[in-house]
């Protein structure tokens, strides 16, 4: 009896829809084990991971508050994944993000500025973000570099800059020597959209950009540009899309859709600028664009599994003193699985049992 | 080693190979079928039929690269199990293949060293390499890069490669498809010394003059079943191509008056450096075709041709605007949307990756080449209904069968999808249409569907130029026929000149007759 991995004949469509729910379940399977083995009850540990937060209305909108930067960049990252342009480096372009639009809310700090603060902290951010992403995108086009190692380097470069100016020269005076900006003022705020709770306006944008991308990838034609170029990149030449075109635009794109959810993180549930603004949503992000198969709506879904993942993983580490980086493990397994079972959308498993003996 | 007794190998009344009932099944296709074939020592045996009739799979079992999933072989009437093609070239089966398995950087012995087994020192391989070229008469010098040599000297080396084990048996894949008719007698000949010596070949090709001037017995496959063996020589090309095909062939018909018009596609001192460096370079390219004609290109594969193409369709852009005018418009160094907004339409050699993306539908295929001329894109967006209606017209016009309206695009036949390439640039009216193989590995009924197609849309007053290694159906479709030769391009002979003994030797770089010549320009 063998084992065959065998090509289909088309690709199936019922498995690209099943497979993410495959390497879920496959992912709790792992995860069980390893929680058998740390000496927690599998059972208890996953409803902490994933029953518990869905209980109550604050964790509920945490839930939305962590999704909406996994959301936002991961739109972004999945149009560079389909023009088969591999931006690694969305952490560091929500950093740069946060820290050019903090930069008008320093300077605009007790000046009593008007309410044209915030939109312009927005732009500024998705600017930076994106002229920051064109960096390893024209180092890309102009001189063959790989994008994967410049994009992933330009991280650490934005994480040290962030974190020489909250020490420096934006430190706040009266922060008792924290390295912090003062708290950003009203202006400078992202709206909060249920009195005393926590969600914000930031959700909104996300959903905006969740039917925009849904928009440009299903209707118009630069969405079929980015499409082909990834799938078939002689065709596309042939179609006459310019690939090293797309590759700047799909990173100028993403780079701004992950600078501006940088500084809608940093005027939103944090109020000023310090370091560890984030718990890796640039990399977590990468996760949620192949979870949700590239496709804005799935993404949508997988970025709220995901956040459900940062809560869940808070409340089993102080309900059952589960280490927090379980949820790293967990990730990272989960985007393992992904790939993997992805491969069942073009083939298909067969048990051969013995037709031929052999002489 | 070769001075083995060749008489050796007969041994009467067993065949020296023979397939029973042999079955190989890829998930629910069947790609061969009961096979049930016996291959005789000093015999050519050919192995006839379309493409996707199963002939590679068989060759590639009895060679030991797949298993078969029932039935078996039997070597001089034992039972034979391989399990890979060391087994076989030990037992004396040798196999040249289509496509080379060459490295360009090595050299001749270096490449042939690679593929042998045992311990003989590289100096002594080195010498027997060059005593089996000279005695078979496959000329070959084992000291130079296989970069700097053609084709047809690249086929001797797999060929001499194969002969340097001594084989019992030797198969040989389509192997004039990429030789010039002269070096094909020159094959021919060395073919016919083999089986003289005792060997058995077996042939497989599907240009059936060839086959019924060669071979012994003919095996006929369709559909990976066996439709008959029979004695070539007894039958005639008519009587194959309907077993081959399992229906009667429709003939082309070029219209009975075809009136040349204005030039619309004019190539002037083209010249073009290779992408990679053992590309082809093309030199001083010039042509002019007028709307109501049809050239052809003939010529070995990796002449230039696909060098050529991109120039023409602006894959690859031209220093000089001047050297590509498409309807009176210099176009060397504009896009091929730009191009195709000028009227010229393409259909490049390979279908699936660069005709089509394989993996999206025939809707998004069809807005790959329409989206710049025609209303398919409105402000930036896809108008999916006219891209459907332009797959529905395509699929009627030209008879394309698929299982749903719009499927993924690898998911057609060959011939079906290559009728829908051809179809999807023929419904835009093109004024010049570049054609590359137009009917390579598509079935004899599609690939009729598309000659008569480029003949109709010639007649319709564009200009369409063919390129092409099957020299029939350049006389069959073309006006005048060129050769490329190493980045240059023949002056065109009017058809009716063009003889294969005149295309062979410009195919092999030598020039016409200054009198031919002339005669041909004049004419």
Known sequence: ?359 | MLDSTPAALHTGATPLLQTIGLTKRYGDFLANENLDIEIWPQQIHALLGENGAGKSTLVKTVYGLIQPSDGEMRWLGEKMVLSGPSEARARGIGMVFQHFSLFDNLTVAENVALGLAGKESFKDMSARLEQVSNVYGLPLDPRREVWQLSVGERQRIEIVRALMQNPKFLILDEPTAVLTPQEADQLFVVLERLKAEGRAILYISHKLEEVKRLCDTATILRGGKKVSTCNPRAETAASLARMMVGADIKQVKAPASRQTTVPRLVVNDLGLEPDDPHGVRLEHISFELKGGEILGIAGVAGNGQDELFAALSGERLAKDPGTVVIEGIAAGHLSITKRRKLGAAFVPEERLGHGTAPRMKLSENALLTGHAASGMVQHGFVNTAATLKTVDRATEAFDVRKAKRDPEAASLSGGNLQKFIVGREILRNPAVLVVSQPTWGVDAGAAAVIRQALLDLAAAGAAVLVTSQDLDELAEIADRIAVMFHGHLSEPLKTADASREKLGLLMGGSSLEPTEAAHAVGA
């Open chain 1, 1 to 359: 009896m063998q084992l065959v991995l065998e090509k289909r004949a088309e690709r199936s469509n019922t498995i690209a829809l099943v497979s993410p729910l495959i390497a879920i379940g496959l992912t709790l399977v792992t995860m069980s084990i390893l929680f058998a083995i740390l000496g927690k009850n599998p059972v208890s540990a996953l409803a902490a991971y994933f029953i518990a937060p869905l209980t109550d209305s604050y964790s509920l909108q945490e839930i939305a508050v962590k999704a909406t930067p996994l959301v936002m960049i991961a739109i972004g990252l999945s149009l560079c994944y389909l023009a088969n342009a591999w931006n690694i480096g969305a952490e560091g372009q929500f950093l740069i993000g946060a820290v050019a639009g903090s930069w008008l809310a320093v300077k605009t700090q007790g000046t009593g500025a008007g309410p044209w603060v915030l939109p312009v902290m927005l732009l500024l951010g998705a600017a930076a973000g994106a002229l920051y992403a064109l960096i390893p995108a024209l180092c890309k086009v102009k001189f063959g570099a790989s994008e994967i190692l410049t994009s992933l380097m330009l991280v650490y470069v934005a994480d040290l800059f962030l974190d020489y100016l909250v020490r420096g020269p934006w430190r706040d005076p009266a922060g008792f020597n924290f390295p912090t900006t003062a708290e950003f003022d009203p202006v400078a705020t992202v709206p909060i959209l249920i009195e005393g709770g926590r969600l914000h306006l930031g959700a909104i944008i996300a959903l905006v950009v969740v039917a925009a991308g849904a928009v440009l990838l299903g209707k118009t034609i630069k969405g079929f540009e980015i499409r082909v170029v990834g799938a078939a990149p002689r065709a596309a030449r042939f179609g006459g899309f310019n690939s090293n075109q797309l590759v700047l635009l799909t990173f100028a794109i993403s780079g701004a859709l992950a600078g501006m959810a940088g500084i809608i993180e940093v005027a939103g549930p944090v109020g000023h600028l310090q370091p560890g603004i984030s718990p890796g949503y640039g990399f977590t992000a990468i996760i949620v664009a192949f979870l949700g198969r590239l496709n804005p709506v799935g993404i949508l879904i997988a970025g709220l599994f995901l956040a459900l993942t940062f809560i869940g993983g808070e409340q089993a580490q102080i309900a059952m003193k589960i280490p927090l980086d379980v949820t790293k493990v967990f990730q990272g397994i989960l985007l393992f699985y992904v790939l993997a079972c992805d491969s069942l959308i073009l083939y298909r498993f067969r048990l051969i049992f013995a037709s031929r003996q052999v002489a």
